[in-house]
T-cell receptor, first 115, second 116 residues
Framework: NAGVTQTPKFQVLKTGQSMTLQCAQD?????MSWYRQDPGMGLRLIHY???????DQGEVPNGYNVSRSTTEDFPLRLLSAAPSQTSVYFC??????????????FGEGSWLTVV | AQSVTQLDSQVPVFEEAPVELRCNYS??????LFWYVQYPNQGLQLLLK??????LVKGINGFEAEFNKSQTSFHLRKPSVHISDTAEYFC??????????????FGRGTQLTVWP
């Protein structure tokens, strides 16, 4: 049972390059989201999805694109990387069900450096 | 809009001492509250959560938290800490329905350092 899997774990990009952070979950969760973590800032929501084909913006969406073509996958795209996007990125998923008991599951993080 | 304030960015304590990590939230509607722990270079692990019912919530590793609606607080406590509790702790809130829990708003974190 893999849970939430993020790849790559580490990545160095040059300014202006594009890349995609992959996120996959095997729990058939409807809800998936992306957060970024910066020192002293906690985690901030970038984008989220409530189901296949449905996405919406979070607190800090600028510079990022997402899509949700399947329930399992929720990739995060950086179209033109900037040094301000140097951060640790976390993907999360959760199940739409009866409360209480729902839990948000986090991936192990992707460390991205933009130089 | 929701926001979370963790009042202390760093909390140093000695081993076996009690600790309280403070969290206040602002929201105009009912909320659900969480505490997560992050060990160095690792992901987030859920410590405990408040969805409804008893305001005193017990979590893993001997931690507990009390939901206080009148003071809009959700402070985390442990009566006796261990060196292994050294980590960063995040308070989080959502006012999504409990059945969704898709979006969390996090505080900036509190670094707990336990000294021998």
């Amino acid at each position: 049972n893999a849970g939430v899997t993020q790849t790559p774990k580490f990545q160095v990009l040059k300014t202006g390059q594009s890349m995609t952070l992959q996120c996959a979950q095997d729990m058939n969760h409807e809800y998936m989201s992306w957060y970024r973590q910066d020192p002293g800032m906690g985690l901030r929501l970038i984008h989220y999805s409530v189901g296949a084909g449905i996405t919406d913006q979070g607190e800090v969406p600028n510079g990022y694109n997402v899509s949700r073509s399947t329930t399992e996958d929720f990739p995060l795209r950086l179209l033109s990387a900037a040094p301000s996007q140097t951060s640790v990125y976390f993907c999360a998923s959760s199940h739409r069900g009866q409360e209480p008991g729902n839990t948000i599951y986090f991936g192990e993080g992707s460390w991205l450096t933009v130089v | 809009a929701q926001s979370v304030t963790q009042l202390d960015s760093q909390v140093p304590v000695f081993e076996e001492a009690p600790v309280e990590l403070r969290c206040n939230y602002s929201s105009s509607v009912s909320v659900y509250l969480f505490w997560y722990v992050q060990y160095p270079n690792q992901g987030l692990q859920l410590l405990l959560k408040y969805l409804s019912g008893s305001t005193l919530v017990k979590g893993i590793n001997g931690f507990e938290a009390e939901f206080n609606k009148s003071q809009t607080s959700f402070h985390l406590r442990k009566p006796s800490v261990h060196i292994s509790d050294t980590a960063e702790y995040f308070c989080a809130v959502t006012n999504d329905r409990g059945s969704t829990l898709g979006r969390l708003y996090f505080g900036r974190g509190t670094q707990l350092t336990v000294w021998p």
